[in-house]
């Protein structure tokens, strides 16, 4: 599945600095969807390549970080259960406290 | 008293002209400004657009706190500090220039630190609360005392090349509690004196909040109410996000919640997140 | 002159340290803002914040060309200019403002209106150009003059709650004449003064312009080019738009023009348009 | 065809003062498709409810106004042959020449 995963507000530093992956995620077989919660576990080998404890904790995201799924809170899309589509934009961002 | 009535003076209709031509805004939305009162807490980088445009626009009355001296290597972005203020308080130096561009609205200084022991005295005073600040314990306790004085908030804050901006705590909507619960890891925490920013981007931000607390004050157009503003300056790009709405379980402001303005006194906001309210400044190894 | 060299001085370390700070940013994109130069056309709504942060941050050699005077109706969004300048040109308050927060750097002031006659001449001396100017003949000259010359052109424009900005003329990228071939009929070309703006609305575009000039002379990022945004700040939406490329018919930059120096002097922007280049102030009749 | 047609730096005066107009619009019979011609005819006759050359010229935007398909600038989509797809947002934005 073709998907666009992006990252901000810092978390780009635990990918190489890299903002935004294009990047096709293979379905788990006999899984017929993929959920965020494969996603994650999928950048968390794929995508993360230091301090991953600076982007989750347990099978979620850390405190601080905000889930987008097309430009929307994934607290309204279901969390770690919402299903992904091809071409789905899925964004990482870190709150930011400076001023 | 009259300056601050509905009858508008024909130096005030000098003044304000290019925004009571606009049907959308005219005399009514004006008087309302004029009107209102706006909190800024912080004068530092997002502080100094935020405050420059709400003195101009006409704020009746506007409160600056902020514990902090004007400091050489806050000049880059902090642009309503003159060089002839460093060393000197920065709300001395706001107040004066905010003075300077708009002299007929009132400015009120707060020399201090914001704490929880003058935070409920202090924000009572305010319409509208800006969050011009660069840490996360004064976050949670601003948007917590927003909470329980049942004050609007919009909230920007700026790091390296990237922005972010919502209101919280706004007609029903989420507050700070509602989106992050728990406070992220210390090491999550970055400053913009640890780690840098590029001094236009609290600029935008800072203009912004201007913009969000006017529509609020004026009662024009649509806050960024459950929604946040998301920049990147250095790829432009802007993305306006939906968020979650006001959460039933938050802590703060959520259904069943016991939060009251005794347990804000008593909450330990530095404990916490683990980090200090009013951060010792760093001392630059560069020199 | 070694204050404009490589070499950055300890003073200047420490003013500039939260932009050295940044890993995509740092000594190299520092050095290259202090030895650029940017000139700013029109010194009022979008070019009060486009100073002040271009100073701020550094930009060694900043010019200024404005022929008005400061007036009380400027005030609610010209944030560069304080009460006591009202009556004096905008130049001279201008530069005054962007010395105090910065005295390290050259402000150099033209206090005229930019005409055909003049312009070669005035911006032969800069790298990049920032149009904060409030007509339609302007932007055509400027962007006319911009292609005679091979300078990039941040360009800003806000009127009522809207705003709009994007960079022309940059690597190979279209100029104003590629999008706009045909120049409005007068009847759609409204200015601030006729029309009237809500302060911080160009309080956002001149930091996003300043923003692009900073990128573009700090070689960092990506700058607005072959993007238009589109800022409704009322509704609080932001779009970032994919724009047309350099015409091959573009009658200023394309294949085959001939458009020269000795034309851009001979051309007639104010027939052009029809409209004039420095409106006469319009009288209010509401005092 | 359900369309987003949105009008912006004050061309939204020409129409009631209503920037965002979610509109159904029927195709001609016979056509197959809906083009950006076809759509300007359709405002013009349903939308704009003054000063029409204030928007259009001939057939098509008068000078100074840009027209924009899911956010992209018609003349790189083909202009007046530009064709519609159901559920497209198309911008008309004056510029502005303010500050
Ligand atoms: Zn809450
Ligand atoms: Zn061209």
């Known amino acids: ?99 | 008293d009259s300056g601050y009535g509905h009858d508008l003076s024909p130096q005030m209709i000098y003044r304000y002209s290019r925004q009571l031509l606009l049907p959308s805004f005219g005399v009514q939305a004006q008087s309302k400004l004029l009107k209102s009162s706006i909190l800024v807490v912080g004068a530092g980088g997002l502080g100094s657009p935020a405050l420059l445009y709400l003195a101009a626009c006409g704020v009746g009355h506007l409160g600056i706190i902020d514990h902090d001296v004007v400091e050489l290597n806050n000049m880059h972005r902090q642009i309503i500090h003159t060089e002839r203020f460093i060393g000197q308080p920065k709300v001395r130096s706001a107040a004066a220039a905010c003075r300077s561009i708009n002299s007929t609205i009132q400015v009120v200084e707060y020399q201090e630190p914001l704490r929880t022991s003058n935070a409920l005295e202090i924000m009572s005073k305010y319409d509208i609360i800006v969050d011009a600040t660069d840490n996360a314990p004064s976050r949670y306790m601003i948007s917590d005392c927003c909470v329980v004085l049942g004050k609007p908030l919009v909230s920007g804050a700026a790091l390296g090349f990237e922005g972010q901006l919502t209101v919280y705590n706004y007609n029903g909507g989420p507050c700070y509690r509602c989106l992050f619960p728990t406070p992220p890891p210390t090491t999550a925490c970055q400053r913009c004196s640890d780690s840098g920013v590029l001094g236009v981007v609290p600029g935008i931000i800072g203009c912004l909040q201007a913009l969000e607390a006017i529509k609020i004050a004026g009662e024009v157009g649509e806050p960024l109410s459950g929604r946040m503003l998301l920049l990147d300056s250095l790829s432009g790009r802007i993305r306006i996000v939906k968020i979650r709405g006001r959460s039933l379980q938050c802590v703060a402001c959520g259904e069943n919640t016991t939060f009251s303005k005794l347990q804000f006194r008593e909450f330990d906001y530095e404990n916490f997140t683990q980090s200090p309210l009013t951060p010792s400044p760093l001392k630059l190894n560069l020199l």
Do not use: Y
């Not at chain 1, 969807?33 to 995201?61: C, H, Q």
């Not at chain 1, 850390?62 to 987008?68: F, I, K, M, Q, W």
């Open chain 1, 1 to 99: 599945m073709q998907l666009t995963v992006e990252f901000g507000g810092g978390l780009e530093l635990l990918c190489n600095s890299v903002k935004i992956h294009n990047v096709n995620v293979e379905l788990q077989k006999a899984a017929e969807k993929l959920t965020m919660k494969d996603l994650l576990a999928w950048i968390r080998t794929n995508l993360i390549k230091e301090r991953p404890e600076m982007f989750m904790k347990g099978d979620s995201v850390r405190p601080g970080v905000l889930a987008l799924v097309n430009d929307c809170d994934w607290e309204l899309t279901g969390q770690l259960d919402t299903t992904l589509e091809e071409k789905d934009v899925v964004v990482f961002i870190s709150t930011l406290h400076g001023g």
